[in-house]
């Protein structure tokens, strides 16, 4: 049973998560911790900054190891959280596989229309809204501290955070060097 609610919900995640990776991350959050119950705020928390780090598309490796951290839960079993993560991958890429198969060919015949354009009109302002929840998703207690509990971890934090975004946005600094440098200043700051 939790096969197929596993699958069936990484499908739905797959169909509706417009805006790529991060604008699935709050349909993955929603769905595991709050809907079904699958893992903690804190477990999904650490999936999505491991998934930030490994190579390759971050809601498809979210989705990697939601499923196998689901199936490990529930069984205890590497192998099963091995098949937990294969499922919830291929749940997850499904719905866009088919969904290009489709469109690719209306597409470009039908590109320049008034209607297919109002449609992308319609989907950018939802994107955009699906990528603010993901960040605001991320800016809670696990990721930041809190100033009551650890007061130091906190405002330390908040300084990387300012100092990233400085130096990236501001400074154009590489992103890579950036978390290379927050990796090294949380391990002198904060171990």
């Known amino acids: 049973m939790l096969f197929l609610s596993l699958s069936y919900t990484f499908f739905i995640i797959g169909l509706f998560g417009f805006g790529g990776g991060y604008g699935m991350l709050s349909l993955i959050q929603h769905a595991v911790v709050i809907e079904h119950h699958w893992m903690t705020s804190a477990e999904f928390t650490n999936i999505v900054a491991i998934s930030q780090m490994t190579p390759g598309p971050i809601g498809i490796n979210c989705a990697t190891y939601c499923g ?22 291929f749940a997850l890429v499904l719905p866009s596989f088919i969904l290009m198969l489709l469109i690719s060919k209306m597409f470009l015949k039908y590109m ?28 809670n207690a696990e990721n930041f ?25 501001i400074v154009k600094v590489n992103p890579i060097k950036m978390i290379l440098y927050a990796g090294f200043a949380g391990l002198l700051l904060l171990y």
Do not use: D
Not at 75 to 81: A, D, N, Q
Not at 114 to 139: D, K
Not at 145 to 169: C, D, E, H, R
């Open 112 to 139: 320049h229309s008034r209607t297919v354009e109002s449609i992308f009109s319609g989907l950018r302002p939802a994107v955009v809204g699906l990528m603010i929840a993901a960040v605001l998703l991320l800016c």
């Open 145 to 169: 501290g809190s100033p009551t509990t650890s007061a130091w971890q906190f405002y330390i934090s908040l300084a990387l955070f300012a100092a990233t975004f400085i130096g990236v946005k």
């Open 68 to 89: 196998y951290t689901t199936l490990h839960n529930a069984t205890g079993s590497m192998l099963m959280g091995l098949l937990g993560s294969v499922i919830a991958t």
